[in-house]
């Protein structure tokens, strides 16, 4: 195969060995700025856009949802997230739950409302970058609360949006 091994010496912050399964960890802990530092890069997933049960879009809120392809995902919440769709960068809410307002599923739901966007993207490979949490998944009461918050999740990402990151770095 003429390739070479080498050896190096395990890297330590704070005495903490820095592997994978340390960075794993920090993901699934919600420790995300501290993996983003590690990875030098956001905390990102990446699958493949699948039909849902259009319950963003009955909502009023059209969702891309992703099979995540056992990727590690953060805790169940609302993000400011970026979603990577043919390498261009576009500015939305990710959701990572349960939909436990609903009949709750069994499996972790991931879906992305990308703000001003309408295209079909089913089949399409995606990349979801964290950027910042915004609230823990709760169960709502009723539908309409449930869109009442959603409508302060996508307002609140909005205005933060320009405070989270450098303005060349994101387009849309």
Partial sequence: YHFKVKAFDIIKIKKQPISSTYIRMLITCGKLKEAERLLSRPVSVLGTVIKGVSLGRKLGFPTANIDPHHEVLPPSGIYAAVAILDNKKLKGTCYIGSRSTFKKQK??????FIFDFKKNIYGKYLEIEFIKKIRNDRKF????S?????????????RAFPSLFHATRYSH
Wanted: hydrophobic share 35%.
């Fill in 146 to 158: 449930l869109v009442r918050q959603v409508k302060k999740d996508i307002s609140y990402a909005r």
């Fill in 107 to 112: 499996e972790k739901q991931v879906e992305i």
């Fill in 141 to 144: 009461a009723s539908t309409d």
